[in-house]
């Protein structure tokens, strides 16, 4: 019995020296310490971690954006570029359209007009300053009958670079109400605003089998061979249009090629256009409505012209 008092007395003693622990309850004691520290909620504690890098917000990633630069220097090739109409538009009487162009090392420039692939001359009397950089033209009441394919273009009138141009989207114009009865257009040339030396047109036939490639602006030169291909009364055609200015006129050269058995036929003729601007207001409408009736009507006297033969 006296052996067992004895180890117990040892036990108490060493229970008292190295302290009691409580875990889980919130109690710590040292042994020796006559202070007592109670810590409640030790997940107060901050740890002991290694250094950590905070992560970089997504915008401080993002690199500088690069300075823009000027493709255009006093070394650049001289150039046009038509910013709208972009294409698809439809406007009506009275509209105003502006076209808007930018240019590199061009001074001057002249406005000009484009309908189903035939010239109808220059918007602009004379030539206008490259930075002006747009121009306002007023759709007018005309009777054009042919209401699509109109493209503004925008030539470089520096001497030597007449084969610089810049060309618009194709836009249209909502007063067309259908295409005439080609018996009832006259191939009669209103003779005040333009003029030919072989008019009615020279109409040829050919072996060779009907084809037409390169559709667009084909530089030649003599100029800028505008080729398009359209179908006309149920006729396929391909049609070349060639055209030179002068002071006061437009010169275009015309040959509309159609199939014709295993081979082809061939329309070949020149129209003078006046520019309308040379005539006051009211002498100047007219001048442009009777011009751009008869252009717009020329397909159609072609393919009469040509079935006649």
Not at 105 to 119: F, L, P, T
Not at 251 to 263: I, P, S
Not at 292 to 306: E, K, P, R
Request: glycine share 10%; proline share 5%.
């Amino acid at each position: 019995m006296k052996q067992n008092k004895g180890v117990i007395g040892v036990g108490l003693v060493l229970a008292i020296v190295l302290g009691v622990v409580v875990v889980g309850g919130g109690a710590y004691y040292l042994g020796k310490d006559s202070n007592k520290v109670e810590i409640k909620n030790p997940v107060n504690v901050i740890p002991n971690v290694e250094k950590q890098e905070l992560p970089v917000k997504e915008e401080e990633k993002k690199e500088t954006p690069p300075k823009v630069v000027s493709d255009c220097d006093s070394n650049s090739k001289p150039s046009i570029k038509v910013l709208s109409p972009k294409g698809g538009e439809v406007y009506k009487v009275g509209d105003k359209i502006t076209v808007k162009w930018s240019s590199c090392n061009v001074q001057k420039v002249y406005v000009s007009m484009v309908q189903g692939g035939h010239d109808m001359g220059n918007l602009t009397e004379t030539s206008i300053l490259a930075s002006q950089g747009s121009y306002q033209w007023i759709v007018p009441s005309t009777q054009w009958e042919s209401n699509t394919g109109f493209i503004f273009g925008i030539w470089d009138a520096d001497p030597g670079h007449t084969d610089i141009v810049g060309k618009s989207g194709s836009f249209s114009v909502a007063f067309a109400t259908g295409m005439p009865d080609p018996k009832n257009i006259s191939t009669t040339l209103p003779a005040n605003y333009i003029s030919s030396n072989n008019w009615p047109p020279v109409i040829t036939t050919s072996s060779q089998s009907y084809s037409c490639n390169n559709v667009g602006v084909v530089p030649n030169t003599e100029g800028n061979n505008i080729i398009s291909e359209k179908v006309i009364n149920g006729k396929k055609y391909c049609i070349t249009s060639n055209s030179d200015r002068a002071m006061s006129h437009t010169y275009t050269d015309y040959k509309y090629t159609t199939v014709k058995g295993n081979g082809t036929k061939i329309a070949s003729f020149n129209l003078g256009l006046v520019s309308c601007g040379v005539y006051d207001k009211s002498e100047a409408e007219k001048c442009q409505a009777t011009v751009s009736i008869f252009l717009n009507n020329l397909d159609l006297m072609i393919d009469s012209l040509m079935q006649a033969k």
